[in-house]
């Protein structure tokens, strides 16, 4: 049982390039979600899902879209980088009956310059 | 969701019981009190949660005030790992978490 995975650790892009980040669960969890967390703060909500097919925006949706084909995975993609989207993103998922308990993925640290 | 405060940063020496306070003087009666941890460059993890009465995990525990309008967090037994940053928030479902800046804990060998 891997848990949450996201891959690449680390990632650099140059202005107005596109990236994906990847988000891959094996817990059968429904829900998944995407939060980043700049230096110092606490995390924001980005995006989420509570099940396949089915996304909704968070606090701080702009600049990213997210889809969700299958329960396993929730991918992240920017679509043009600016440099106020440097920061460290981590996906999080848990069962819809029991969603006090999140798991978090181990970020993916992203630096746009 | 409701507001919280937390100290900015908390020292306890290990193997010595750490009580970490929240405030949440306008909680609602359907918010849940959670707490994660976010140790150093790692994703946040879960800790315990709770709506009104006290909760025990293998982690650790939860004391609510009798008014909901503080809780604490209690570890027992503070070891090196356990320094990290915690957070306290509150909501109604536990999954779209609104975190602060948390307590920052230190662990004294």
């Known amino acids: ?113 | 969701d409701a507001k919280t405060t937390q100290p900015n940063s908390m020292e306890s020496n290990e193997e010595e019981p750490v009580h970490l306070p929240c405030n949440h003087s306008t909680i609602s009666g359907t918010d849940y009190i959670h707490w994660y941890r976010q140790l150093p460059s790692q994703g946040p993890e879960y800790v315990i949660h709770g709506l009104t009465s006290n909760v025990n995990n293998r982690m650790a525990s939860l004391a609510i005030a009798e008014d909901r309008k503080s809780s604490t967090l209690i570890l027992h037994r503070a070891t090196l790992r356990d320094a990290a940053v915690y957070y306290c928030i509150l909501n109604r479902y536990g999954n779209k978490l609104v975190f602060g800046a948390g307590t920052i804990l230190r662990v004294k060998s």
Request: proline content about 6%; some cysteine; charged content about 15%.
């Open chain 1, 1 to 113: 049982n891997a848990g949450v995975t996201q891959t690449p650790k680390f990632q650099v892009l140059k202005t107005g390039q596109s990236m994906t980040l990847q988000c891959a669960q094996d817990m059968n969890h429904e829900y998944m979600s995407w939060y980043r967390q700049d230096p110092g703060m606490g995390l924001r909500l980005i995006h989420y899902s509570v099940g396949a097919g089915i996304t909704d925006q968070g606090e701080v949706p702009n600049g990213y879209n997210v889809s969700r084909s299958t329960t396993e995975d929730f991918p992240l993609r920017l679509l043009s980088a600016a440099p106020s989207q440097t920061s460290v993103y981590f996906c999080a998922s848990s069962l819809n009956r029991d969603p006090y308990e999140q798991y978090f993925g181990p970020g993916t640290r992203l630096t746009v310059t």
